[in-house]
């Protein structure tokens, strides 16, 4: 247990800091979540429209430091290429 005021005020922001980013990775995952459900109903405009609203989001989390950029890059570029591959 922390015995220094700093310390206890680290937990407690830490505790905060935690329930945001976990709130904002669920946010990312839903949005990814649409997508692949637009996928498999096989609706390519609706999961078009759910990667524009997607990638914002997707950005915004490596911007706030949930999610390596490269992590960020690989799951935009599989997505869309699952939207293209569905087109065809």
Known sequence: M???ASALK???RNARRADINGARRGRIRTFIKKIELALTAGD???AEEALKNAQPEIQRGV???IMP???AAR???RLSARIKAAKN
């Open 63 to 65: 911007a706030k430091g």
């Open 2 to 4: 922390a015995n220094h």
């Open 69 to 71: 950029k490269n992590t």
């Open 75 to 77: 799951k935009i570029s």
């Open 44 to 46: 390519t405009k609706a």
């Open 10 to 12: 680290r937990i407690r």
